[in-house]
């Protein structure tokens, strides 16, 4: 089994229907359910991406949730059920709220997935250092292996978004070959 990683972006007012028609090719090979982990740093968009796709409702995306809060997103796509698994990241930098984060995202990403989306905000140009780590701990991870992973630049229609090239550059994606992509 290998691992495929893409590299999407999408602005801010395209985003859930972007996504939506990327996951309709999207088939686990097992059931007509489809569990994906919504990972990235805080502020990235993916409660609202979440939210988009499921017309509004569920939690307030302006009121801040607990650090160990997890949000399901259930909905139905032509004939496939999606399971979008949204926990927080923590806002404070401080090192026991980070190491409480990973323990989490640890053990979500150690539970049945089908697949990952990691949401980055390619507008915050001072945060994709972190957001880089954070996607490398990810592609790092033993359980993360034989699962597809979406890379989804969001904002990208904010003046400062960088370009699909410059974020690839700066997550350590570009330069792949497909077979190192796949790998």
Known sequence: F????????????????????MLRGYKPEKESE???????????????LCRALIKGS???????RPEHHVLNYVFGLSDLVLNLIDPCH???????QQACCLKLWNDLL?????????????????????????????LQHHSTECLPVLVLGNKVDLPKAVST??????LGLAGLTA????A
Do not use: Y
């Open 2 to 21: 290998g691992r495929r990683v893409l590299v999407h972006l999408l602005n801010s007012a395209a985003a859930a229907m972007g996504l939506l028609s």
């Open 165 to 170: 090239w410059d974020l690839k550059c700066r």
């Open 58 to 64: 569920g939690w307030p995306s302006l009121q801040s």
């Open 110 to 138: 150690q539970s049945r997935l089908d697949g990952i989306i990691f949401v980055v905000d390619a507008a915050d140009c001072q945060r994709l250092d972190q957001a880089c780590t954070m996607l490398d701990w990810i």
């Open 34 to 48: 489809a569990r994906i982990l919504m990972l990235g740093l805080d502020n990235a968009g993916k409660t609202s």
């Open 90 to 96: 923590p806002v404070s930098h401080k090192p026991e």
């Open 179 to 182: 077979r190192q992509r796949n």
